[in-house]
């Protein structure tokens, strides 16, 4: 997918 783990991490960091 388009979504790598550093893209995963920076939407927690969103949703934080």
């Known amino acids: 997918p388009t979504g ?3 893209d995963i991490l ?3 960091e ?3």
């Open 4 to 6: 790598t783990v550093r």
């Open 14 to 16: 969103v949703f934080k």
């Open 10 to 12: 920076k939407k927690a």
